[in-house]
């Protein structure tokens, strides 16, 4: 039975949902796409798995950008700096096992030297937003101009242009993959249509870039996020969240796939959490045909190989 038409008289802009005709909701849907799979039959040096590392260094920024002022959140964050990171390259060089750092421009101003270590040890570091922005309610113009010049200072500061983006709390407008893409940058890691590499579409078209996709089961963040002013509480032990990882991990490499973490430092950085990295390093480690790589390189070698 065919529908009935919509009242003539219904502007769009007040239909509820139900009633979008096929082209709104399909337009919106095929903004952003997941497109081509990108996982190559084998890793870098017979690898059957890779695995891929990473820390948002947020730091006093998850205060800051929402214009919060609070002395306490921002020494919570100061944390990540003062001792979160400096553990986690300990931890790094000590199984010369290389990551990726997504750093927004402000941090990278307020810890300079922070980065600059962070390079020097082999690492990455990417944009993260300008000020840990929420992204998705700017402007076009206003995005734009923040992706771009988070770029340029995070180059200036470490010596080396960034050729990735997460986007700060993993989101994302309308315009941010076209601004990606006009940047020429090789990736982008905060949407979550697979656990493999794939390529991304805009509006049913290839852009080019590489999505290396997160998922929030396996990041630090909602197992450990704490706002003593609303009901965010930690509720997983650590022992539950290095069980997570590790069965995320093993999955990935039964299926000669890709496993990606994303970890922050003022959180992971703590001594009751801290042996989480250090210990899926090791059970990592007790596979041999596994390749530990910067989200870069992971990008890189997908983009050869498939």
Not at 23 to 28: K, S, Y
Not at 90 to 108: G, M, W
Request: glycine share 8%; aromatic share 10%; hydrophobic share 40%.
């Amino acid at each position: 039975m065919a529908l009935r038409p919509l009242p003539a008289a219904v502007p769009p802009a007040e239909l509820e949902p139900w009633q979008w005709p096929e082209a709104q909701w399909r337009g919106i849907v095929d903004q952003v796409r997941a497109g081509r799979t990108l996982r190559p039959e084998r890793w870098p040096g017979g690898a059957r798995c890779a695995v891929a590392l990473s820390f948002d260094s947020d730091h006093e920024t998850n205060e800051l950008r929402d214009g919060g002022k609070s002395i306490g959140r921002m020494s919570q964050g100061q944390y990540g700096a003062r001792q979160g990171v400096p553990r986690i390259l300990d931890i790094l060089a000590r199984h010369a096992v290389p990551a990726s750092f997504y750093v927004p421009a402000v941090v990278a101003t307020l810890y300079p030297d922070e980065q600059r270590r962070v390079v020097r040890e082999g690492h990455e570091v990417a944009i993260h937003g300008w000020i840990h922005e929420r992204n998705s309610i700017l402007g076009e113009a206003d995005e734009r101009d923040l992706q771009m010049r988070s770029a340029d200072v995070l180059e200036r500061i470490t010596g080396v242009r960034p050729v990735g983006i997460r986007t700060p709390s993993w989101d994302f407008s309308p315009n941010t993959l076209a601004i990606t893409r006009d940047m020429g940058l090789l990736y982008d890691s905060s949407l979550m249509a697979d656990v493999d590499c794939y390529e991304l579409e805009m509006h049913g078209e290839p852009t080019g870039v590489v999505e290396l996709p997160v998922e929030w089961i396996r990041d630090d963040a909602v197992y450990f996020s704490m706002n003593r002013f609303s009901a965010l509480r930690p509720y997983t032990p650590p022992e539950g969240v290095f069980d997570i990882f590790r069965r995320e991990f093993d999955a990935a490499y039964a299926e000669g796939g890709l496993f990606q973490l994303t970890m922050h430092p003022h959180m992971i950085g703590y001594r009751s959490r801290i042996w989480i990295l250090e210990e899926i390093i090791r059970h990592a480690r007790t596979h041999a045909d596994v390749w530990f790589a910067t989200h870069a390189d992971v990008v890189r070698h997908v983009k050869e190989a498939c």
